[in-house]
């Protein structure tokens, strides 16, 4: 069983910067499509990014151009670099891995954007 292990969220002011990172037990990057969703409270899970093992890289509409999605198989590890927070972005955000059938999600960190 693989866990998924999210960091780096906390509280941000409006139009700074957070940088979250989902680190996998195992050495599952290189082949998995990962993602990173979010979940207001009160609001449904929505995709935020999401990044193929070819690097394809599709973003949600609200994000495009202030966040970035990366992977550094070496490290197990996934980033998502957040720039020119704003309050709606908000949420626990959460990694998570598939590959066919198999579903990885990890338990999700708090991104908090208020001044």
């Known amino acids: 069983q693989v866990q998924l292990v999210e960091s780096g969220g906390g509280l941000a002011q409006p139009g700074g910067s957070l940088n979250l990172s989902c680190v996998a037990s195992g050495n599952i990057f290189s082949s998995y499509d990962v993602g990173w969703y979010r979940q207001a409270p009160g609001k449904q899970r929505e995709l935020v990014a999401h990044t193929t093992p070819i690097s394809s890289k599709i973003y949600g509409d609200s994000v495009k151009g202030r966040f970035t999605i990366s992977r550094d198989t070496a490290k197990n590890t996934v980033y998502l670099q957040m720039n020119n927070l704003k309050p709606e972005d908000t949420a626990v955000y959460y990694c998570?891995?598939?590959?066919?059938?198999?579903?990885?999600w990890g338990q999700g960190t708090q991104v908090t954007v208020s001044s």
């Open positions: 998570r891995a598939s590959h066919f059938e198999t579903t990885y």
